[in-house]
Nanobody, 121 residues
Framework: QVQLVESGGGLVQAGGSLRLSCAAS????????MGWYRQAPGKQRELVAP???????NYADSVKGRFTISRDVAKNTVYLQMNGLKPEDTAVYYC???????????????WGQGTQVTVSS
């Protein structure tokens, strides 16, 4: 049983900041990658930023320069520091993890429950 628990969402005024956290727990052998997605009402889920095992990332153009993703591999935790928030950042933010349950086994995508971020203008 693998669970991803997100926290840190809330209501913030435009220009404000939030820090999202996501911790994975359960019977995990390894996590190959983690990342943050978001889904605004009526829109498809989009990738905000990934963090593969090599530590690289590729921020969505809409958040470059404002968001910073980081990962604590030992704690199976990923963070998203969001600065300079804009109303268009309003969405449910989801944590994703590519989880390997057994050594040499396949990876499975797990998702958190989502945390609401609302940015008021």
């Amino acid at each position: 049983q693998v669970q991803l628990v997100e926290s840190g969402g809330g209501l913030v005024q435009a220009g404000g900041s939030l820090r999202l956290s996501c911790a994975a727990s359960g019977s995990i052998f390894s996590i190959n990658a983690m990342g943050w997605y978001r889904q605004a009402p009526g829109k498809q889920r989009e990738l905000v930023a990934p963090v593969p095992s090599d530590g690289s990332t590729n921020y969505a153009d809409s958040v470059k320069g404002r968001f910073t993703i980081s990962r604590d591999v030992a704690k199976n935790t990923v963070y998203l520091q969001m600065n300079g928030l804009k109303p268009e950042d309003t969405a449910v933010y989801y944590c994703n993890a590519e989880v390997q349950l057994l050594p040499g086994g396949r990876t499975y995508a797990y998702w958190g429950q989502g945390t609401q971020v609302t940015v008021s203008s």
